[in-house]
């Protein structure tokens, strides 16, 4: 079957830094997406990564290794709006999208 | 860019009554559109897949004749709950997508869901 793994709830404290991790086993490959999502609200994109290697956007960096079926999500310095579920989600071999159950990350003062 | 609208964001209705959701992409062509619902602390539960001018793709145990989908255009589709009940009740999310394959192209943007009360 297909699968997604990402812890259930993390915690972290403003100011740091927390690495989201995701691992996955699919049928096929065609990408990995990082969603953000409020509690309350819509997923909103985050990022997307096809090829193996670090995409930096700002405070978010995501990293892909398809060889080992693995991501991680890089959020720095932490803002309290930093709050909320992660969603990993892959494009499998007929390009449909499964899901991750979500991270929820809790940020401390 | 990439800008998914929803409407309505609220709406309470009665038992036994239709609700029409839509779903807009307002600065792109959708080529496909997605329906999910989420219920509260629950994962995003896809309900349907649509593409433009062709009938939807329903998951397994998504009945069809109760959640019409109706993808009129390229950059306007549809959701009607009809004779919703109570556990209908629920958080009802539109995605949207302008291209196929691999790349950017395959990125879901969402719309900001419509939360539906079946009283």
């Not at chain 1, 995701?22 to 985050?46: D, I, K, M, R, V």
């Not at chain 1, 989600?89 to 809790?106: E, F, M, R």
């Not at chain 2, 860019?1 to 792109?28: M, Y």
């Not at chain 2, 004779?83 to 395959?106: K, M, N, T, V």
Request: aromatic share 12%.
């Amino acid at each position: 079957g297909q699968n997604i793994d990402q812890p259930t709830e993390m915690t972290a404290t403003e100011g740091a830094i927390v690495q989201i991790n995701c691992t996955y086993q699919t049928s096929g490959f065609n990408g990995l997406f990082w969603y953000q999502q409020h509690a309350g609200e819509a997923p909103t994109f985050l990022s997307y990564n096809v090829l193996d290697g670090l995409e930096e956007k700002g405070r978010f960096s995501s990293f892909l290794s398809r060889s080992k079926g693995y991501s991680y999500l890089l959020l720095k310095e932490l803002q309290m709006k930093d709050s909320a579920s992660y969603l990993c989600a892959v494009t499998d071999s007929n390009y449909q999208l499964i899901w991750g159950a979500g991270t929820k990350l809790i940020i401390k003062p | 860019g990439a800008v998914v609208s929803q409407h309505p964001s609220w709406v309470i209705c009665k038992s036994g009554t239709s609700v029409k959701i839509e779903c807009r992409s307002l600065d792109f062509q959708a080529t496909t559109m997605f329906w999910y619902r989420q219920f509260p602390k629950q994962s995003l539960m896809l309900m349907a897949t649509s593409n433009e001018g062709s009938k939807a793709t329903y998951e397994q145990g998504v009945e069809k004749d109760k959640f019409l989908i109706n993808h009129a255009s390229l950059t306007l589709s549809t959701l009607t709950v009809t004779s919703a009940h109570p556990e209908d009740s629920s958080f009802y999310i539109c995605s949207a997508r302008y291209g196929f394959g691999p790349g950017p192209q395959e990125t879901q943007y969402f719309g900001p869901g419509t939360r539906l009360l079946v009283l």
